[in-house]
């Protein structure tokens, strides 16, 4: 099984900085895709960003040019440096991986005031 455990949220003030941090235990294929969604309540879980195992990376518009995925291999490690966060950007982050022994994780809260 993979269990993700984020870390890394807080409270913020809009215009600041948070860095998410993700680290799983059990085996994580190179080849596996890696994401943060997030979740606010009565709304469903979204994708924020994605990496594939070669760097490729894909975001959702509304966090393009603010947010950075990385991925450290050697750690199984997740990480997503959000910048100039707005109120709309809080939420509970969650980490995920593509693996079919993957559970989501408690995630971590963000949040953003005005």
């Known amino acids: 099984q993979v269990q993700p455990v984020e870390s890394g949220g807080g409270l913020v003030q809009a215009g600041g900085s948070l860095r998410l941090s993700c680290t799983a235990s059990?085996?994580?294929?190179?080849?596996?895709?890696m994401a943060w969604y997030r979740q606010t309540p009565g709304k469903q879980r979204e994708s924020v960003a994605s990496i594939s195992s070669t760097g490729h990376t894909n975001y959702v518009d509304s966090v393009r040019g603010r947010f950075t995925i990385s991925r450290d291999n050697a750690k199984n490690a997740l990480y997503l440096q959000m910048n100039g966060l707005k109120p709309e950007d809080t939420a509970v982050y969650y980490c995920?991986?593509?693996?079919?022994?993957?559970?989501w994780g408690p995630g971590t809260q963000v949040t953003v005031s005005s």
């Open positions: 995920w991986v593509a693996n079919p022994g993957f559970a």
């Open positions: 059990g085996s994580i294929s190179r080849t596996n895709v």
